[in-house]
């Protein structure tokens, strides 16, 4: 009954059909109808125009580059990102309210100022390429500079994503854990992992959504060579230069679906760690 009367209470905020009615609007204005222009627009397209975009050498290298680099980036984030966040989180050090906030630097700064930024310091001649250039070692306008520059717009997604759940994580079950005879890998696998496997995977999934949609960090480092180190948002704009619609739609909304899927994985994976976390509480 007291459940039911507090249903009835009317509060000082919009209801749900004013607050319901403003945010399909805003979706449908930002979201839904230019993603259903671009479907609209590829829907034109037959069948043997729309594989012909997608099944040309060049969109298939750009294919390559954009999901392989990208999930080489992501598998870096998670690692580098993780080790981070542990830090961050279990230690206690001058410097560390700095670090903290460099790890947003990514998201701060503008992708073509990141992008000038690693040329500068990869190239030939620049203060680290210049010692690897003598190594046999390339990474500007090279597939390695596209995934050195996807690696480091990455890094904050994981870890944001690892860093408040392991603030939480209690460090009495890890020492209980070594009580009981338990190494620091027993513990780290059977203790610290399995809470910390999901929010990981979440942090993975988005740096590796970020990575193929990315494009300003890239444009410089890369050389934007076709067949080589051109990736598919560049892919894109070269096509509409071109005036190439067909083409630059058929792979956008390619690269659309696989958007979509990754948020709905990003959602599953949300909801998996909430789960996970509620039952280990």
């Known amino acids: 009954m007291a459940y039911a009367l507090s249903l009835k209470r009317h509060s000082p905020l919009p209801g749900f059909p004013l607050a319901f009615a403003i945010t399909t609007l805003g979706i449908g ?3 839904l109808l230019p993603l259903s222009t671009l479907f609209f627009k590829s829907s034109a397209l037959t069948l043997a125009e729309l594989g012909a975009a997608l099944a040309s050498e060049r969109a298939l290298a750009a294919f ?3 999901f392989g680099a990208s999930f080489v980036a992501a598998l870096a984030d998670a690692v580098f990102g993780f080790v981070v966040a542990w830090v961050l989180v279990r230690y206690r050090f001058p410097g560390r309210a700095l670090v903290d906030a460099l790890v947003d630097l990514p998201f701060a700064l503008p992708t073509s100022v990141a992008g000038l930024t690693l040329v500068t310091i990869y190239s030939q001649e620049g203060w680290i390429g210049r010692w690897l250039e003598p190594l046999g070692v390339r990474v500007a306008f090279t597939p390695l500079g596209v995934t050195l520059a996807l690696t480091f717009v990455g890094v904050p997604f994981v870890v944001r994503a690892v860093q408040p759940v392991l603030e939480d ?3 009495d079950v890890e020492e209980a854990s070594a009580t009981l005879g338990a190494t620091r890998w027993q513990t780290f696998r059977h203790v610290v992992m399995p809470a910390l496997a999901p929010p990981l995977l979440t942090g993975f ?5 970020r990575a193929l949609g990315e494009y300003g960090s890239i444009v410089f480092i890369s050389g934007n060579m076709p067949g080589r ?3 598919v948002p560049l892919l894109i704009v070269t096509k509409l230069e071109e005036y190439d619609y067909a083409g630059a739609t058929a792979i956008a909304a390619a690269m659309l679906l696989v958007a979509f899927a990754l948020l709905v994985a990003v959602g599953f994976l949300h909801r998996w760690t909430r789960r996970s976390y509620g039952a280990a509480a």
């Open 169 to 171: 994580l209690e460090v």
């Open 229 to 231: 180190t051109e990736i």
């Open 29 to 31: 204005a930002m979201v």
């Open 64 to 66: 390559r580059l954009s």
């Open 205 to 209: 999934t988005l740096a590796f959504a």
